[in-house]
């Protein structure tokens, strides 16, 4: 039988590598974090598949391409501070905290953001703050970030993000409708902006005020 070491150096090798994710730091993080740690049970054993899974509240743990692309587009250095926007299952925060000095992450739902706070605790993350609320409305108080990365899909670029992304800084976000999205990266640097277009994508609705509607 694979254990799940070897089906995460399958899973670096097959699916991020052969996709020209070439940051050797984000492939050793993706290597070492325990995704089968971050999904239900019941789907341990798919926790390393190529796909999106569902983690309950109509949410999902992104599927490990896309969070090593996401993590890759923020060339991370080593000391940023980072805003995540949707925690989710916690898997993207634990990646980033692997490569930067502290991160900050925003869930919604109270109750994944306490699961997620449980398992980087077991995990022995220390540099991790998670809190629930509107991510649309960034964490002002903690600002600015040098690198903010938004893992739900929004209508447009959240004006609050931008405000506290740090000059210089990197803010990465898929940017669409409902069924899918353009993924943005926005550099900021010597007071200028500007939006490079990564590809398309799918994610889940970014809700909240600079965001989709709960019911539109």
Do not use: C
């Amino acid at each position: 039988m694979i254990g799940f070491s070897d089906k995460r150096r399958r899973m670096v090798r097959e699916q991020i590598e052969a996709r020209e994710v070439r940051d050797l730091f984000v492939l050793k993080a993706m290597e070492k974090v325990p995704r089968h740690l971050f999904v239900p049970e019941a789907m341990l054993d798919r926790a390393y598949e190529d796909s999106p899974l569902p983690i309950g509240h109509k949410q999902t743990i992104s599927q490990p391409y896309t969070v090593a692309f996401m993590t890759e587009a923020l060339e991370l250095t080593g000391k940023e501070k980072v805003l995540e926007i949707g925690a989710g299952s916690g898997y993207q925060a634990a990646i980033l905290a692997e490569l930067a000095g502290e991160i900050y992450t925003i869930e919604r739902i109270p109750e994944l953001a306490e699961q997620a706070e449980k398992i980087l605790k077991q995990l022995g993350y220390k540099n991790i703050r998670i809190k629930v609320g509107d991510g649309s409305l960034g964490w002002a108080e903690q600002s600015p970030f040098q690198a903010i990365i938004v893992t739900a899909g929004a209508p447009a670029i959240p004006k609050p993000l931008l405000e506290q992304l740090d000059d210089p800084g990197l803010l990465v976000i898929p940017v669409g409708d409902r069924s899918s999205q353009n993924m943005i990266r926005v550099r900021k640097k010597n007071q200028k902006v500007t939006e490079e277009s990564l590809g398309p994508f799918r994610f889940v609705e970014l809700i909240g005020e600079h965001g989709h509607q709960k019911n539109d």
